[in-house]
Structure formats: C-alpha cells, structure tokens
C-alpha cells in the first residue's frame, strides 16, 4: 500500500513538474544560480548570492534590457547534488545559464554537465586552475568571471622576492586549492631566486595546529600561509602565540572579507594577493562596499564582488547582443570580448575564457574607511600588479606544457 | 625531533585532550546513567559558542558569557530530555503541543508559498500568521493526543536516530539565528600572551584549558565520590532497577545528568571557541571525535574519558605530526581495534 | 489470496508503476529516481542487518563509498568498467565491498547494541579519513569525476532514461534476491536471532557466524550500489563516505519500516524528496526533514511500512477503550 503511495507521489511529482510552466517568455532571461544555502559553506553561498542579487536590484531586475527571472538552488557544498540541481534548471526551467558552484569540485562536476546539455555555464567563484586551462577543450561552454587558484600567487612570490625573502616555509591546506596556490607562489619565487624550504599541509579544515607550528623552520625569513573558511582565524592566532615573530604571506583566502572581520589584532602587518579587496580606494569600490554594507550588514568578500561583477559582465554583454540572449557560443565570444571597469579594476578576458585583471598586494591594518566611524581590519592596497593573466609573463604555450601545479610540482628541490 | 618537539606535541596534545575531555564526560555520563546515544552532543558544544558570542556581542564580557552560555544549554538539554527523550504526564501535553505549532507552522509557510494570492503576504503580518498557526495546530493537537507516541526509552537505535533529527534542526537554527560567518571567541588579552620555558613558547590559554579540564574533572570526581548525589549517579550507573529498589529517583537524577552533560558540552563549546572558532558544520565534527573519547574511555566512567581524551589528543596531535596522509585514520583505527578487544572500553562497564 | 502473495502483487504492481511513470517526467526526476534507488538498495542491504538480524550499523557508508570509489578510480586510471567490462564491474564492487565488511565484521560483530553502533561508526570513519586524505589515491577533498562518462555497451547510458531502465533493473533484482534471502533457511535463521538470540544459540546455531554472514552480505551490496552510484552522478568524493550518509540510510530504513525490505526504498525515496525536491521549492526544506525524522520515531516507530498495523492497534485500542470505559474509568496517557 505504501509503495502505492510512493508511486503516487511520483506521478504527483512528475505531473507538477509538467505542469510548471516552462512558458518561456520572449524578453526573459532565465539565470540558474547554484550556491551552497545549507551545510557547512552556506555563508559563501549567501554572500555570492548577494552580491549577485545587489546588482539586480540595483538594476531593476534587468540584464542588457532583458527581464532577470532568477531560478536560485541549494547545492549543498555537495558536487552530486549540484549536477543534479543543474539538470533541473536546464531541463526543467530552461535556464539560459548556469552560474556559480563554490569547490573546485563543484566547477569540475558542472563543467561536463555544461557540455553535455550544451549550456553556458559560468563559475563566478570555482577558481581550480585547469578548468581554463589543460582541460579547457572540453568545456566549450565556460566562461569564468573570477580567478584560477594560481593568478594572484605568481605576482606574490615576486613580491616575496622583492622583500628579500630568501627562505620561506609555505603551509597550506592539503587539498588542491592549496597545492595550486602554493604551487603558483613557488614557481615564481624560485624563478627570482628564492628557495622554499618546507612545504606544510595540514588537512582542509584543521583548527588545532599544535602538531605543525613547532615544525616550522626556524631559519626561513617568512611563512607562506594558504587558510580557508574557519582555518585563517585560528593559524595565525596560534601562531603568534606560539612565539613565531617573522612575517606572514597569505594565499588569496587566508586575509580576504569573509574571514578578516572576525580575526584579531595579530593579523596587522600581515600581507596577502588578491584579485579583489574590499579596501580598494576607487570611487566603484567605495559605493560598492556602502551598498552593500547598508543591506546585507557585513563588508564585501569576493565572494560578492565576483558575483556582482559577474551580473555587470553579462549585462553588458546582452547590450552588446542586441538585448537579446542568442547562443552561448555568442555569448561566450562577446563576452570574451568585453573590457570593463569593474568594481574590482579592469577586467578583460585571455584567449582562454579566464579574466586578465589587476593582482592587488594588500596588507592588513587597522582604521576607518569609507566614513565608518570605527577603526576595522582592512586589507589596505599597498602594490597592484595590472594586467595579470592566469599565465602570469609565462606565456600561454609554455605555461600549459607544465603540468598543472599538484603537491609534487614544483618539486620541493630545496626541502630537507 | 628533537627534544623541544616531543615536549610541545604533548603539550598540545594534552591541551586538546582537555577540551575533549570537556565534551566527552558529558557524553559519558549521559550514556551511563540514561543509557542514551545522544548524537546531538556536537550540537550542543556548537550552540554553547554561538549563545557565548551573542553574550559578548551584547556585554562585551567574556567571562559571563561562560556560565551563561552553559546555563542556556543545560536547559536546551533538559528541555529535549523531558519533552522528547523521557516525558512524563504533563509533558507529553506540551510536547504535543509544540509539535502541533510546528506542523502547523510548515502548514501555513507552504500555504503562503503556493496560493500567494488567497494568503497576503508571506511573514508580513506577524499577528495574522501567529493567530492562523494558532488555528491550524488546535486540531493537529488533538490528533496527536489520540495517537499515543511510542516511549523511546530503551530503545537504542530510535534514541539515536531522533537525537540526529534534532542535531540537523539545531544545525539548521544555528545558521538562521547567527549566520554562517566563521567566528571566533576571543578571550581577554591576558590569556593570549605565551610563557616561554627553555627556549619554547607555551600558549597562555592551552594553559588555561588544561587547567580548566582539571578543575572542572576534579570537582566532578568530589561530586561523583563524596556527594550523596553522586553517590546516588553512581548506583544508577551501575545498576539502574537497583538504585530504583533502594528509593533513588532515578528520574531526577537522569534530568541532572542531561543537563549536566548538555552544559559540559557547552562549556567545552565556549572554551573552545577560541581554539577552533565557532562555525557552521563544527557540531558534526565534533561529534566523531566526541565518540572516540567516549569509547576509548568507557561509556559511563568518568576516569575513562579523562583517559581517553587524553589519549586521542594526544594521537590526534602525534598523529597530524608524524604521519600527516593518514591523519584521521590514526584516530578512529584505535578505537576500532579498542572495542574489538573490549567492547564497552577501557573503563566502561555494561 | 494470502497477505503474502498480496503483498507482492502490490509490490509488483508499484514498481511496474515506478517503471512506467517515471520516464515521463523529466530529466530531473528521472536522475532523482535513479540516485534514489541506487540509495535505496543500500538502504535495503542495510535492513539485511537491521530488520532482520537486528543489527543497528553506522557505518553502511563504508562499502557504499568503497564501491563507488573503485569504480570512479578503475574508470578513470585504468579506463576499465566503462564498455562490456561494465558487467565486470558489478561482481567486483560487491565482492570489494563483501571483503570489507568480511574485514570489518571481525572487529564489529562481537558486540551488540550500541556497542555495535559504536564500533559500524569508528570502521565508517577509518573510511572516511582515508578518502579524505589519501589524495594521490581518492583526489582528497576533489574527489573524482568520472571522465569517461557512463559506460557504453550497445545502449547509450549518457541518456538519463536509459540509465534509469538500468538502474530499475538491478534494484528491482536486489529486491528479488534478498527477498529469496529473508524467505531462505538462512533468513529465517536471521529473523530467529533477531528475536531470540540466546535461545537460537541454546539450539545450536552458530549465531556468530550467521551475523558474520548477514554483515558480508550487507556490505555487499553496499558495495553494488556505489557502483551504480559513481555511473550515476559521475563523480565520488569524501562526502559520499561521511557520517551523514551512514545516518541518512539508518533513518531511510526505519523511515520506510525495518524488517519490510521495501521500506528501505520508501525511506530513501522521501528522503531524497526531501533533500533535493523540496530544496528547490522551499529554503527551509531542513526544518522539514528534522520534523520528519523525529515525528516518524515518535509516532511511528515501525516506519511507514507499519501504519497498517498501527492503525490496527488504534482500533484495538479504542475497542478496548470502549469495554473498559464500562467497567472503569478511562485511564489518559
């Protein structure tokens, strides 16, 4: 009797879907959106959703004229669930695109997905280095409007130069984020003569970093350190009070807005690359981060921006279509096409789908901006490399015959 | 390795072995007196850091926040244990009742979203919807009376199996209540600076949490032996029917003990908070971990979960440090091979 | 006709209408159905220990996770499993996932109980640590997307019905074959310790080894539906071996009624209602899923499956009521 009832509810469930209407109007344009709402990431979800929706708002729900129906679905932190969600919004709701994800494993799920259904589909945050590079022939249908992992650690391991860091010990979370990450900061170092000494990688997600702090080299001049989610707060806090003095670097997400609002003091003086920051002392910027602020109560991470941006770019490009969504392969050319001031800086594309944009060198200190009357941690721009592309000065040919950086490449050479 | 480094690693280890031994007592203890597997333990260690925060955010004091946040969810426990886990009488009335207001409450919410134009407004008018909730769950209540819910008591796995249904309810609250943002607790600045002995630097607060287990572990130990309460704790433990035959309550005593296991865990939540931060998604890791002590230690023995805290902050820490591919595995592996040679523990008793 | 005999045809009758229904939907509901009862034949190889040798597991995940690892693995290193070796790939996920829990029931199956729990938790999370750090192995936190796509044999399986048909198949046959199990000397054996074991012991059965058994049986077909699992999502990651998802096919059992083999199903078919239907109608789709959990255990502890027989009791209850109320007063709960 119940399997009865099971089958029912199947029939009910197939006649709603049915009856959902895919009254696709002429003058809409159908975005599905998937962001983690639940789950231990929900909050990046929420601040990429955000960010997205800010500029709707600010925009009367129009993209390039047309109208936005805007189609939002839990993925969960979870790549099954995203590929699954996905084929709805395709298939079900007739989505013009597919834009978001937060792991890399989710913009790896999506990305054949994408192709298989022949749909646009934009990670505004998956920043896994190959999905615009080695394997990009398979996904004709992706566009990024963020970062790869490695874009802004190049120019930082040529800072790192600069500061006559001749020794560093990176530690990083041992997943692939982090092995690119590290992987982009080494490749540069070492090409100007700096050394890595010890590569550290506590798991994703450890807050107890006892076991790994007193094995830091005490000979090398500065840490390298990648943190992401709840891990930032922690490492530095139990790294100065472990009596470690010698400065830090941080990878794009151990300084950025979401987590710097809710760390301490220590964190002054620590520097970090980024595509974005939230300090960025341009008038786009400041109105940015006040809209923002004003509605959604916190600073801006780049979670937002890039969310936001994303939404100014495909406005952009459906004005320069015509006000009209044509193919994705259109789309994606126009798009490719476009340079744009945004919030962020300049913003163009490389010839692989990946934007060219400004690297901002930032360091964290404590004062008031923008007219907020309270003294905060800001991540003050203290050197911006223009024009950087996922390939840094490499070129486009030699960087992809190297093989995407992994824990093992480059090669730890100067590791005891 | 030299010196310095075994001597650091165990000091870190036995800093994390006492946080754990903070929510694994209370784990321990519920488990003996009341037999229950309470997966919503992590829960409660995750809730006693945000309601912390709300305190500081409020007070600007760190040191209220602590009892506060474990008076808060002592009761939340004690609210669970009474109403869902063990009600009696009149409980069960009220029990009914606020599920009704649930039931209810989703009734009204799906109403809303499917007819938007019979209903106005979604939670526009607060008064509206309360009144209309109202309504609905009168006669949700009166069947629930009728159907008399199935006493949960000895049964293991549904025990089990309604605590996780209410971790993700928890989990869920939490991230309305207080967003996901990764926070963290910050003790007063006289607890950051570090000692520096022999050439190492010892963090003032890993200090303060060995301290703080101690404390606490040596006033439940007096509790435990030299108290007529705890004298009384200790005979259900041992043998429930029995305590009753001789005229214990055992009823009060297992309310006593939720709560105080419910509070420890919060304890070990606020403590902790400024160790591992306070995050969406830190209830179910801690809950794993929580077992490991649990088991390793013994269901039920209070000396067995300072043991087995300590053993599996230290395995944890040596652990990370010596063989960093196999980092959980050089958990859980102990404990598997613990309860094949003895089931209840090393210091548990059936 | 006997309550047996229509039972089955009832059974027989919903999945002929599963069959039929589906395909007309969508490509949602159709990968929906399809994950769902690749979930469902873990849930029911679970019931294997649950329902009928009353044996309570955390740690289902493990062979779950095992298979669907080994086939996303062998799939994309070793190219193997995605053309006619496809059907080799069956018996080697269930026998990979058989001499795990062969592995595993040495340790667990000497305890009961929520020792038992315990210990089916610490195995699930041995599995679990290693998925998530064995990076050169498992890809780590990326964990890995089948390349290849879905095996190709003559049927196109990239299309989502076809895979569906597929899937039916080899659920509809997991139904079978651990019906004939339950209805076997050796299920029957089963059901005896469940109720009694002390008793099947004083009669000379070898209880430990029936559970061994029942355990490698479980772990099994766990092994079986992660195979279908890794085809049907194209991609594992540690996620699929987390504790949650050992919980998720607890509840789905008890959910649909433990000890009715098809009440696996049903659970696993609510539950993924609920987590990836209703997720995209409401936000507060999770509030919803609590409530169910604990409503179904307050008031229905033999799950779905049991309403029948509750509703009997209830009746029995008022009957009873009504006598009483003659002869005494009427007690309240």
Known sequence: MARKLQSILMGAAVAVGLAVPAVAQENELRIGYLAPLTGGLAQTGIDMRDGFLLYLEQHGNKLGGMNVKFILEDEQGKGDVAVTKAKKLVLQDKVHMLIGGVLASTGYALAPVSTELKTLYIPSIPAADDLTQRQLPQFPYLIRTSWSSSQPHHPLGQYACDQGYKKIVTIAADYAFGYEVVGGFQKTFEDCGGKIVQKIWPPLGTKDFGPYIPTIKADADAVLSLMVAAMPAQFIKQLRSAGYKKPVLGGGTSYDEFVLPFMGDETIGDVSALHYSAALETPANEKFVKAYRAKFGKVPSYYSENNYTTAQLIDETIKKLGGKFTTPEEFIKTMQAIKLDAVRGPISFDENRNPIQNIYIKKVEKKKMFGYDKDELWNTVIKTYPNVSQFWTYGREKFLAQPVYDKNFPPCKFCE | MNTQFWVVQAFNGVSYGALLFLVGAGLSLIFGVMRIVNLSHGSYFLLGGYVALSVIWITGSWALSIPIAVIAIALVGLVMERLFLRPEGRAKNIRDALIALGIALIIRLSLGRLLPQMIPGQIGNIVQVTLVVAIIAVPIYLVLQRISAVAIEADTLRQVLMTVGFAFLFQQAALDLWSGNPFDISPPPALTQSVSLGGMSFPLYRLFMIVGALVIGILLWLAMEKTRMGAMVRATVDDAQMARGVGIDTNKISMFIFALGAGMAALGGVIGGAFLGVYPGLDFEMLPIAFAVVIIGGMGSLGGAAIGALLVGLADNFGKALFPELAYFTLYAPMVLILALKPTGLFGRD | ??????????????????????????????????????????????????????????????????????????????????????????????????????????????ATGTYFLMITLALGQCVWGLAYRWNSVTGGDNGITLKGGRPQFGIDLTNDINFFYLTFAFFAATLFALYVLIRSPFGKSLLGIRERELRMRILGYNVWLHKYIAFIIAGAFGGLSGVIWAHANGIVTPETVVLTTSVDALLMTVLGGAGTLVGGAIGSAIVFGLREYVSTLVPWWQYVLGGVYVLTILYLPSGLMGIPERVRQWRNSQKKRETTKMTTAPSSH
């Open chain 3, 1 to 110: 006709m006997s309550t047996q005999n229509l039972k089955i045809a009832i059974v027989i009758v919903c999945l002929l209408a599963l069959l039929v229904l589906v395909p007309m939907g969508n490509s949602f509901v159709v990968l929906l159905a399809t994950r769902a009862m690749a979930f469902a034949i873990l849930a029911m190889s679970l019931d294997i220990l649950l329902g009928f040798t009353g044996l309570a597991s955390l740690g289902q995940a493990a062979y779950f996770g095992v298979g669907a690892y080994l086939t996303a693995y062998l799939a994309n290193y070793y190219g193997f499993g995605l053309k006619w070796d496809f059907w080799l790939m069956i018996p080697i996920g269930m026998a990979v996932g058989g001499a795990l829990a062969a592995l595993f029931g040495l340790f667990a199956i000497r």
